[in-house]
């Protein structure tokens, strides 16, 4: 009779995006196969995503990261306050019920510091557990972390003090965590860089329109929650592009777009045979797959559909304080993987342009290490395995935070 699997706690706060949230049910997937996930999320499932069914998920009260780092509740019903307190006591209360073997935080401490009230006693309750799991923290992209966060004290004693790893979740010969800052070399802790977690088989959508015989023009929204002007765009452009590329426009507005910029979007497609539109699908990959080119805004997981696939593609970055998605734009642009388009320059003319760019350039083909699921997964089973069990100084340390040597 085989063993039970060991218990695996993983912590995650996707916010708005949708990417953010079908990476962390990727990665849990494949964590799935040697462990028990219990997958907590700070940020609710939007309708038309399926969680995978080897893993456990619970939701904590919703609240969402804004683009400038604060948080925001999202249940009228509460303060922030309030809010943060009945997060802390569920996490607590779940971390308590699962005993895991394994604690795994999603961007906390490089990140998420705005979250620190229920992330900080979860990991000193990990600490005083009589059994401390193994503890590692991970990134999914490197451009999001800020420079501060790598000679921040606070963060490098965190580090050095609780967690046996920092997992990377990028193939480093596109992006390094290295590349960010000079700073990183202090970091008091191994730095594993997995590659990329393949997210091309997750879920599978029952909606999805069957192929076109027309070359099509894929439009992807991501989330939908900051996308309308894009999307809007290409609506009112489908005629057009029509016209002067033979393309026919599919706009996949994200679960996330408000009911109002989806109401204008169904009026300004309503019609019109060479356009279609979809609210959501499971998973974009192979309406990727048989585009002509692909234009969205310059999410991680979009660029990460670009690298994985030679579909060509127009990025319009998002603005944001920290530039990440300008970063990525970028990479692309120099590989040779994309054509950018900066948000401020987005209009007919330009979008026309870089569709006509993109459709004839030769992206080069994939080849990126895409095992960044198992790898994570024979990293935590192997570590586990062979791990000695943590001293009371070692554990004492971590508890207040002044440790030296760690774990």
């Not at 706690?9 to 964590?31: C, E, M, N, V």
């Not at 069990?389 to 040597?405: F, I, K, V, W, Y």
Request: glycine share 8%.
């Amino acid at each position: 009779m085989s063993s039970p699997l060991p218990k695996l706690f993983f912590y995650s706060q996707p916010s708005w995006s949708l990417g953010a949230l079908r990476h962390s049910l990727g990665l849990a997937d494949s964590l799935g196969q040697a462990f028990r996930v219990t997958l907590v999320l700070g940020s609710p499932i939007p309708d038309g995503v399926v969680a995978p069914a080897n893993v456990l998920v619970r939701e904590l009260p919703p609240t969402t990261l804004t683009d400038d780092g604060s948080i925001e509740t999202v249940d009228r019903r509460r303060d922030l306050d309030q809010t943060l307190e009945l997060r802390r006591e569920k996490l607590l209360e779940l971390f308590a019920s699962t005993s895991p073997e394994v604690l795994l935080i999603d961007r906390f401490p490089l990140e998420l510091i705005t979250l620190a009230s229920e992330l900080v006693p979860l990991i000193h309750s990990a600490m005083a557990s009589s059994t401390v799991p193994v503890m590692a923290c991970s990134v999914r992209n490197p451009d999001d972390v800020g420079e501060a966060a790598f000679a921040d004290q606070d963060t490098l004693e965190l580090l050095d003090s609780c967690f046996d790893m920092l997992l990377v979740h990028t193939d480093p010969g596109h992006v390094r965590i290295q590349d960010r800052s000079p700073e990183v070399v202090k970091l008091p802790i191994q730095i594993l860089h997995t590659g990329f977690v393949d997210l091309s088989e997750l879920g599978s959508d029952s909606t999805a329109a069957p192929p076109n015989p027309i070359p099509e023009l894929l439009v992807s929204g991501g989330s939908g929650h900051d996308s309308a002007k894009l999307l809007k765009l290409a609506a009112l452009e489908h005629g057009r592009l029509w016209r002067e590329e033979g393309l026919e426009t599919r706009i996949v507005a994200g679960p996330s777009i408000s009911n109002e910029d989806w109401k204008e979007l169904r009026r300004l497609t309503r019609s019109n045979r060479h356009v279609r539109l979809q609210r959501s699908v499971e998973n974009i990959v192979p309406l990727l797959t048989q585009a002509e080119v692909v234009v969205g805004e310059g999410g991680f997981n979009a660029s990460l559909d670009v690298l994985q696939n030679s579909t060509p593609a127009v990025i319009i970055p998002r603005r944001q304080p920290g530039g990440s998605q300008a970063r990525q734009a970028r990479r692309l642009e120099q590989g040779g993987q994309a054509v950018v388009v900066e948000p401020w320059q987005l209009n007919g003319e330009s979008l026309l342009k870089a569709v006509q760019e993109a459709r004839y350039s030769k992206p080069p083909a994939p080849g990126y290490n895409m095992e960044g699921g198992s790898t994570t997964t024979r990293i935590l089973s192997e570590y586990l395995a062979h791990r000695e069990p943590l001293d009371e100084g070692a554990r004492s340390a971590g508890l207040t935070g002044t440790g030296t040597s760690g774990r």
